[in-house]
């Protein structure tokens, strides 16, 4: 399948799912009630027993308690119901599962689920919008000093810019906010900051070596040359668009998967640094220096991480959605196996 059919065909059926029948409605429910009894154990846990560890999630590596989910423990626990509701209420009519992820980047918990589940399971991704990188730059002056975006990168050194983005919504708290506005302004490093329209709070950011933006093409961003790394809420999303563009990453996860996403960013991955503390705000004194060391170019321990970022995680992306690779295969097989079932 050509890189145009694998995007268009992924949009198409992004909505195409079917699900069915009892094999797959009980071993999705008994994955989830299991993990929610021995979950159970961990109702007590509190902030002194993040660093316990968690061996017994099939397909997942012994993991500290602090870098599961968020409604897996504490507080969160109160939404887990919900969220055992939903895989229950997919698991009453599931033929098929599909992921968006790809198979070298999380072999081990693909592998798992191939082997316990009755039905097909693909991981198709990364599905992101990888083809529009071909299209010019458009002219589109984003940001509240009238300067675009791509050609204030354009006329920075390259791997010189840290681009911070927090996600869709903002959730970091007001005292925590401006600590990581004065860490990163007192780095004096080059920086491009997405604000999401919370521009009061970043009127002091924009100068000679910032930029602040409402809105970005993040993938472009990444992929531009001026780009020495990325500060993240680690959000799915973003975190494939990071891996593609070969691009490490400061993590600073708020809740949900973006905890151990962030763990395996940090840990498995080894393409970046956490922020965040499992408690406590992160002073500006400790942001300021972890970005210098993190955006310092000459750093034998960073210009390591960008050769592991570039050499193995982007290039492991791109074979996996070329001709011939497992994310083209699956998706090549979950449209045949649809298209045979469909009666529509």
């Keep these: 399948m050509r890189p145009e059919q694998l995007e268009t065909r992924h949009s198409e059926l992004s909505m195409h799912i079917t699900f069915e029948e009892n094999g797959a409605r009980k071993s999705l429910q008994t994955t989830a009630q299991k993990s929610s009894q021995k979950l159970k154990k961990d109702e007590k846990c509190s902030r002194d027993r993040g660093d ?13 308690i602090a ?38 980047l999380e072999a081990e918990a693909i592998n798992t ?22 299209e010019k730059n458009a002219s589109i002056t984003n940001s509240d000093n ?21 996600g869709s919504f903002l959730l970091v708290s007001d005292a925590q906010m401006d600590e990581i506005i004065g860490g990163i302004r007192d780095s ?16 002091d950011c924009s100068g000679d070596i910032s930029l602040v933006v409402p ?17 993240t809420h680690c959000g799915w999303n973003s975190t494939l668009e990071a891996i593609f563009a070969g691009v490490p990453m400061l993590t600073f996860p708020i809740f949900w998967d ?55 995680l982007q290039k492991s992306t791109r074979r996996e959605i070329a001709k ?9 097989a979950f449209i045949r196996n649809t298209s045979v079932g469909c009666k529509c």
Aim: charged share 25%; glycine share 8%.
């Design 113 to 134: 689920l191939k082997a316990n589940f009755p039905i097909p399971v693909y991981p198709i991704g990364p599905a992101i919008p990888y083809l529009e990188l071909e």
């Design 258 to 312: 973006q905890v151990p996403i962030s763990k395996h960013i940090v840990e498995d991955w080894k393409i970046g640094w956490k922020v965040k503390k499992d408690v406590g705000v992160v002073t500006r004194g400790e942001i300021s220096g972890l970005v210098k060391r993190f955006m310092d170019n000459k750093s034998d321990e960073m210009n390591a991480m960008r050769q592991r970022a570039k050499e193995v």
């Design 215 to 231: 809105w970005c093409d993040q993938l472009k961003v990444l992929c531009h040359s001026s780009i020495g790394g990325f500060w």
């Design 324 to 332: 011939g690779g497992s994310s083209d295969a699956n998706l090549d």
């Design 52 to 64: 316990e560890l968690v061996d017994y999630i099939p397909g997942v590596s012994t993991i500290r």
């Design 188 to 203: 004096g490093v080059r920086c491009l900051w997405v604000s999401r329209g919370e521009t009061d709070q970043f009127k």
């Design 67 to 104: 870098d599961l989910p968020t409604f897996t423990y504490g507080d969160g626990r109160q939404v887990l119901p919900r969220v055992l509701e939903g895989i229950s209420s997919v698991s009453n009519k599931a033929q098929y599962l599909r992921f968006i992820t790809f198979h070298e």
């Design 146 to 166: 009238g300067v675009n975006d791509l050609q204030w990168l354009d006329s920075q050194p390259p791997c010189s810019v840290l681009y911070i983005s927090m």
